[in-house]
C-alpha cells in the first residue's frame, strides 16, 4: 500500500469538506456542543465542601462526570455519520466517484483514505473537546474540593482505546450504509445508529448494572474495537472498483 497514494485521497476530501458548509460546521460545532454540556451541568449544581463530602454528592458528581465521558464519546460515533455519508453518498449522488475509481489506486488505497479523511478531523476535534473538559472540571472542581477530578485512569481509556474505537466503528458502517442509500440525509440516519451501544452502555452506568470502572471500560473498548475490525473487513470486500460501478447506483 502506498501512503503517498493514500494520502491525496485524503487531502482530496479535506478540500471539499473544506468548501461544503454543512460538513465543515459539523466539524467545528458538534465538538463545541457536546463538550460544553458537561461544564454546564456541573456550573448549573451548587456544590460545596459539606455536598461534595456527603455520599449523596459524590454520587450526583459521579453521574455528572460520567455523563461527561458520555457526551464526549457521542463526538466520535456522530461526526462520522455526517462526514462519511458526504464522503461516499454525496460523491455517488454527484456522480464523481468514477473519476476517482480511475485513479491510479488500489482499493484499499481508496478506503483508507477516505477513512482517513473522516477520522483524522473527526478525532481532533474529540481530543480538543477532551482537553477543554479536563480543564474546565479542574477549574470548576478544585476550588471546591481540593483535588483534580480530571483526568484519571478512566478517561484515559475512553479517550485513547474507546474513542478511536467508536470512531473507526462509525466511519466503516458509514461505508456499508453507503453501499445502500442515494440519499445522504438517510444514510446519516442509518450510519448514527452506531451510537445506540453508548446509550445502552450510559444507561447501564447511571443505574449501576454495569458502572464505568477502568476494567469495564477497557472490556467495551476491546468488544467495540473487534466490531470496528469486523465493519472494516467486511467494508473492504464490499469497496471494489466493479461493485462500486455496478451496484452503487
Partial sequence: ?????VWIITRKDFDEFRRNRYVFWTLIGMPILFSAMGP???LSIPFSDSSLQGAEGEQVLTIILTMILFFLALIPGVVPSVVASYSFVGEKINRSMEPLLATPTTDDELLLGKSLAAFIPTMAGTYAAFVFNIIAVDIILFPIAGILYAPN???FIVMFFLAPAICIASIEANVLVSSRMRDVRAAQQVGGLIIMPLMLMFLGSISNVF???PSNLLIISAIISVVAYALFQMARRLFQREKILTQWK
Fill in 1 to 5: 500500500m502506498r501512503f503517498s497514494q
Fill in 40 to 42: 454546564l451541568i456541573l
Fill in 153 to 155: 485512569l478512566s478517561w
Fill in 211 to 213: 458502572p464505568l470502572t
